[in-house]
């Protein structure tokens, strides 16, 4: 069992207009196939989801955004307790989607409205032991299992996000490669491509898209000079 203790209670739990935040990735890999030649990113991809405790359901990682983390961090947070992974986070989230939690599900009712941030985490590392391993099990599956096992309609609408981000970062790497072998340049430097991704947590990297915004709109602001953060607790 890992020594380290998944966090348990609200006292610290951020809100917006009656809304608790949340925060959530969907972790990903690439699937090693020298057979397959297909250049479709989803034959390629494979998502990890965790089971809900008490019940028969997979979800992506997600919890509560806490008022002593940014959303980056509560991000990272959830997928090393719930699944034991860590990555790189893309640091421009996937999309907002409002949702009540699985214990709340009265349409009629305002208690347990969520309002949730999601990610996408290429996993680097999988820990043998977690905080939640023993509430949950996580499982790799292709998008289309995904899909299918996909319970709520937010949870679909996130992984078309997730799936239309990987593509189009896929069309600019494509492109980036075919100029770099027309110009044949020098080996980039291992210093530079450690440049690339900010250490934000001992958990997570978080890694700039060049081919995406980040919206202004979200409540929070990213730091340009953000430190790596002790997230011992």
Known sequence: MSSMLARTGRHRQRYEDNLRLVSGCIPYRLREDKEDCSSNMENKIEVLMV????????????????????????????????????GILKKTPLGTWEF???SKQDICSLEGGCKGYMFALEVTEELET????????????NT???????????????????????????KVEM?????????????KPVSDVVGD???????????????????SSFPW?????????????
């Open 51 to 86: 089971s809900s405790p008490n019940r028969d359901d997979l979800v992506f990682p997600k919890g509560g955004w806490e008022d002593d983390e940014n959303v980056l961090e509560a991000a990272c947070r959830e997928a090393l307790e719930e699944a034991g992974v860590k």
């Open 100 to 102: 009540r939690s699985k």
């Open 130 to 141: 977690w905080p939640e391993q023993g509430n949950r099990d996580r499982k790799w599956l």
């Open 144 to 170: 289309k299992e995904a899909f299918r096992l996909c319970r709520y309609e937010w949870m679909r609408e996130a992984l078309e996000k997730f799936l239309t981000v990987i593509e189009e970062d896929r």
């Open 175 to 187: 492109r980036e490669e075919m100029v770099e072998k027309l110009a044949l340049p020098l080996p």
């Open 197 to 215: 991704c900010q250490i934000i947590t001992s958990n997570c990297y978080v890694k700039s898209n060049s081919s995406h915004h980040v919206i």
């Open 221 to 233: 602001h990213y730091a340009s000079q953000e430190v790596a953060t002790d997230m011992s607790y």
